[in-house]
């Protein structure tokens, strides 16, 4: 890692690309690096959501206290709005991934054309 800084005021999190194997390497270091680590972590939040909406749902059923099918209903609603939410994030990652990988195949067809 470099410790240069960027015009941005932070450290780079990469050195400058200056070859086309680089280039490549960190459209797909991207990918694997980030995209993976992401879906991952939304599909156990959308699974933490489902299980909520399912087991509040139960508790619902099982409980005569007005307050509490109320608020249970509520937090039933968030969490089915939170689902819609982050199925929306999830495509916008995949759409990022597929660019980047998209990007290293392009950086790949013009490998001769950089060592002309």
């Given at each position: 890692?470099?410790?240069?800084?960027?015009?941005?005021?932070?450290?780079?999190?990469?050195?400058?690309?200056?070859t086309?194997?680089?280039a490549?390497?960190?459209?797909?270091?991207?990918?694997?690096?980030?995209?993976?680590?992401?879906?991952?972590?939304?599909?156990?939040?959308?699974?933490?959501?489902?299980?909520?909406?399912?087991?509040?749902?139960?508790?619902i059923?099982?409980?005569e206290?007005?307050?509490?099918?109320?608020n249970?209903?509520?937090?039933i609603?968030?969490?089915?709005k939170?689902?819609?939410?982050?199925?929306?994030?999830r495509?916008?990652?995949?759409?990022i991934?597929?660019?980047?990988?998209?990007?290293?195949?392009?950086?790949e067809?013009?490998?001769?054309?950089?060592?002309?």
């Amino acid at each position: 890692m470099s410790e240069k800084k960027s015009g941005k005021g932070r450290e780079r999190i990469i050195q400058d690309i200056e070859t086309v194997e680089q280039a490549i390497k960190a459209e797909k270091d991207v990918e694997v690096g980030y995209h993976n680590a992401i879906e991952e972590h939304v599909l156990l939040w959308l699974a933490t959501e489902e299980d909520i909406i399912e087991s509040y749902t139960q508790l619902i059923k099982k409980t005569e206290s007005k307050k509490i099918k109320t608020n249970l209903g509520r937090i039933i609603d968030d969490s089915k709005k939170h689902i819609l939410m982050l199925t929306s994030i999830r495509k916008s990652f995949d759409k990022i991934a597929s660019d980047e990988h998209r990007h290293a195949k392009m950086l790949e067809d013009l490998a001769d054309e950089f060592h002309k």
